[in-house]
């Protein structure tokens, strides 16, 4: 499947037997499209026991979730979300963490589907059947905060951080209040919302451009943000226009300015 498809694209292979419709939004306006299933990012598709927000689910954990969403081995998925793009293109890179590449992600999301005129409805489909989904965890793809930490001396990789300006430079506060801003030495910056246009990605060649201002090659890329989620905004919109790095850094700010601040109050 393509990384991407249109509202247009998904409304004409609705039918298809083996497509799985995935609303992965965090927040809801009372709408959804038809045969849509709910991907709970707040409860199924994360590690709740984890300290830091939005933590990779383990993988047996993940594998049961998609099996009781009646995910099969060969399911093809779309996956959207109300926002536009926001949560749905981490639902898609948790996949591919997972060995499963044959997703793609809804352009515009529920909103394009709307302005298509396409139909909607108030809730969503309750599989009646388990799926026989399995889990087969690439574990290259996460990068801890001590592959970070190694890496401000060895750069190996630059870490691509999707957060405000303001909150990479240090001069806006964080929506964690108890977190100081700022930003992992020698990382660079990419404002999630630089790679969109009204709820959309931008073009392939436009987001060519903004990685090559940002991104000296053949350097691999990590990406960050605050807690994983507008991390994965930015990875896939690397995957569309400029090269398919698919490592994150899970525990992004949240962990790195945490353990950070640990390590000083202890000394």
């Not at 499209?33 to 993940?62: G, Y």
């Not at 992992?184 to 073009?203: H, M, T």
């Not at 090659?217 to 960050?224: G, N």
Request: with cysteine; net charge negative.
């Amino acid at each position: 499947m393509k990384t991407l498809v249109s509202a247009t694209w998904l409304h004409q292979h609705m039918e298809k037997p083996n497509l799985v419709i995935l609303d992965a939004s965090s927040t809801t306006n009372g709408r959804t499209i038809p045969k849509a299933r709910f991907a709970d990012l707040d409860h199924a598709f994360v590690d709740a026991s984890s300290p830091f927000p939005n933590t990779v689910p383990k993988p047996e954990q993940f594998e049961l979730a998609c099996q009781n969403l009646g995910i099969d081995q060969d399911s093809e998925i779309v996956v959207f979300d109300t926002k536009g793009i926001y949560t749905s293109p981490r639902v898609w890179w948790l996949f591919q963490l997972m060995g499963h590449s044959n997703i793609s992600v809804l352009d515009g999301g529920l909103p394009a589907w709307i302005e298509n005129g396409f139909e909607t409805v108030t809730e969503h489909l309750k599989p009646t059947k388990k799926g026989n989904f399995k889990s087969d965890y690439q574990t290259d793809m996460v990068v801890t905060f001590d592959q970070i930490k190694a890496n401000i001396d060895r750069q190996k990789f630059v870490v691509v951080d999707a957060r405000s300006a303001g909150r990479f430079n240090g001069t806006a506060p964080e929506p964690r209040k108890h977190l100081q801003s700022g930003s992992i030495p020698n990382s660079v910056n990419l404002p999630f919302e630089d790679v969109l246009d009204n709820g959309k990605y931008k073009s392939a060649d436009e987001l060519n451009k903004l990685f090559q201002g940002i991104v000296k090659e053949p350097q691999e890329m990590v990406f960050s943000c605050g807690s994983g989620i507008t991390a994965s905004i930015i990875l896939l919109a690397s995957a569309i226009g400029y090269e398919k790095s698919l490592k994150l850094y899970d525990g992004s700010w949240t962990e790195w300015a945490e353990l950070n601040q640990l390590t000083t109050d202890n000394k």
